[in-house]
């Protein structure tokens, strides 16, 4: 089944997860509904603008 040869995969990924675990106390923080809610008006300055050049 096994071919002998340990693939490190659990190995490998624990920095992944000690870096992603740990949190910078100086991190710009944003509420995702900002990031959305700023991404829609993004959107729709696209649309507008994109109406307006014709």
Partial sequence: MSSGKN??????SAGL???F??????????DPKTVIA???LFG???RILTIVSF
């Fill in 7 to 12: 693939s490190g995969g659990l190995m490998s």
């Fill in 44 to 46: 729709i300055l696209v």
């Fill in 21 to 30: 675990d740990s949190e910078s106390t100086n991190a710009l923080t944003m």
């Fill in 38 to 40: 700023f991404g829609g």
């Fill in 17 to 19: 997860v000690r870096y």
